[in-house]
């Protein structure tokens, strides 16, 4: 595998160096300027809550852009709180805590994120296949995998609803 690793915060870059074989760029994921289709996965983790709307979009589209057709985009981010006792308990205390340590625009940005659906209400909008791989975290946490499908896959579904 090649591996390369994108984070505007070094100590996080850090962190991924100890991997081997993994290029890493210390970028904005907004003004990220790969070509397209140049990887056949793209990770994204804890990286859509704490941004602005706006940058949100413009980070998935970035992303979304960068899967070849056949891939995936897997995105790991805070969902809706879990129905259990002690999920309930995370989503809706010590999360917000350590979200608000995190500083006040941060908070804003989780706040709204959450406000929103969280995970589940900004992947609505897509029409690819959506799998969810795992939850964490007494369920506060999701990890999903969205299959960019190939056009020959699309023309086939299109076919098929057809009949």
Known sequence: MQLVGVDLSQPMLNEASYTKNIQLFQLDA??????PYSFDA???TFALHEKNA???????NNCWNLVRPGGHLIIGDYCQPGST???GIFSRSLIPLIERIAGINHYHCYKNWMDNGALQGFLLRFHQRIDIISTHFFESVMLCSITKESEINKAYNSINLLE
């Open 30 to 35: 907004t003004e990220m300027e790969f070509p």
């Open 85 to 87: 006792v002690k999920g």
């Open 54 to 60: 706006f940058d949100r979009e413009v980070i998935i």
């Open 42 to 44: 793209v990770l994204l």
